[in-house]
């Protein structure tokens, strides 16, 4: 599976008019030259305490002096590169470092460290052990920079026409901003395409957890060429239904059924917890509709008086709770939880874990791509028994899918 998406790589390959392995690998050196140079150039900010042009902020009598021409070893062959120079010489490079010309792989090492969340310190001691090269927290920055471009043409990718499923759910974390330290919600969406795969459509990053922003995340599929989706699984937060409904009126909408259960259990006395569990198995593993309703009267009867609220809040929400009743087994195992996106977080958590606060809305975008990356490679397989579940939604949606194969 590749590791950048299928659109990118063919517009890249028809933008760089590559026939032959050969231009292939001149495309990729000419565009690690040009990010090795934005580097330095980059070091150099840092170095000085401001940027080229950058008048207002400049706080010292050091400046640019010209450049001088090396040619480096890196993974791509040898580069001919310009390193800047200061005035006052005392600019010593760290990426290339002087009297030094083999240099292949310390921003690929980087980036991969950073990637499994590793942190700064971390990173400074790997990168001084293999290369000898001290890298301070604002270089390591400065070469995580380099893929914010990256991260917003993955963001704006152009998505398939039509998604059968659709999982949509939010992740929390503290960000600093302001001076402050702020709850944000990286909302996280998930997608199974027609050839039975999973991707990570994508992440956002915004204020606490609101149908609002779900909404926003939701037009936005739309504009990139999203145009239909069968089935949503979500939890239960308030006016999501609505939103979903504003954007994809024609999509049916599930309810997580462990979202609900939990929901469920916050009004239950530990030693009911056990019995009251096993009791709601028989409402949600049965056959059909009616025999579920039936169990769910059972419930009522037995429990009602007790916790009233917790069974009230599955009748109230039945509409959205039931819909996987009509299906198979191979489509309900698939829509009545989002335990698929609940997954995701869980190794974006092992990711993020050093990270108690991040300093910016950005760094936590940047570790939470290059983590979604590395997961993406791993979904190598497609459901299990996809042609039949793909027939059945095709008796189920009548025409919905046929007018998107190609």
């Avoid at 007790?306 to 009230?312: E, R, T």
Wanted: with cysteine; charged share 30%; proline share 3%.
């Amino acid at each position: 599976m590749s590791t950048l998406p299928k659109e990118v790589l063919r517009e890249m390959i028809t933008g760089g008019n590559l026939k032959t392995a050969g231009d292939l690998h001149s495309y990729l050196k000419d565009m690690f030259k040009d990010a090795l140079q934005e580097m330095l150039e980059a070091e150099l900010d840092v170095e000085l305490g401001y940027s080229k042009g950058d008048k207002i902020n400049k706080q010292t009598d050091n400046r640019r002096n010209g450049y001088t021409e090396k040619t480096v070893k890196t993974n791509y062959g040898e580069i001919p590169i310009e390193v800047p120079r200061d005035r006052n010489g005392e600019f010593e490079p760290i990426v290339v470092p002087k009297n030094k010309r083999d240099i292949s792989g310390i921003e690929e090492k980087v980036i991969s460290l950073y990637a499994r969340g590793m942190s700064t310190r971390d990173i400074h001691d790997q990168i001084k052990d293999i290369y000898g090269i001290e890298l301070s927290a604002d270089m390591v920055s400065k070469i995580t920079d380099n893929i914010i471009p990256q991260i917003k043409e993955w963001q704006n990718r152009p998505l398939e026409s039509i998604y059968p499923f659709v999982f949509m759910d939010a992740i929390h974390y503290k960000v600093r901003e302001d001076g402050q330290i702020k709850s944000k919600a990286a909302y996280v969406v998930l997608g199974v395409n027609l050839d039975g795969f999973k991707d990570v459509i994508g992440i956002w990053i915004g204020e606490n957890e609101s149908s609002k922003f779900w909404l926003g995340v939701l037009n936005d599929l739309k504009n990139r060429g999203l145009e239909d989706v069968l089935i949503f699984s979500v939890d239960g937060l308030t006016g999501l239904k609505e939103a979903i409904q504003a954007a994809y009126p024609k999509a049916e909408i599930q309810r997580c059924i462990i979202h609900q259960l939990r929901n469920s259990f916050k009004y239950i006395n530990y030693k009911d917890l056990k019995e009251f569990a096993r009791d709601f198995k028989e409402v949600y593993k049965s056959a059909n509709e009616d025999a579920a309703l039936e169990s769910l009267g059972e419930l009522e009867e037995k429990w009602g008086k007790k916790y009233p609220y917790a069974i009230k809040s599955w009748e109230i929400n039945w509409d959205v709770l039931s819909p996987f009743f009509k299906y198979p087994s191979e489509i309900r195992i698939i829509m009545y939880t989002t335990n698929i996106i609940e997954g995701f977080h869980r190794q974006l958590r092992k990711v993020t874990k050093t990270k108690s606060v991040f300093p910016s809305d950005q760094s936590l975008e940047k570790m939470l791509y290059l983590a979604s990356q590395n997961v993406i490679k791993k979904w190598t397989q497609r459901y299990r028994n996809w042609d039949s579940i793909l027939n059945q939604l095709m008796i189920f949606f009548e025409g919905r899918i046929e007018k998107h194969l190609k």
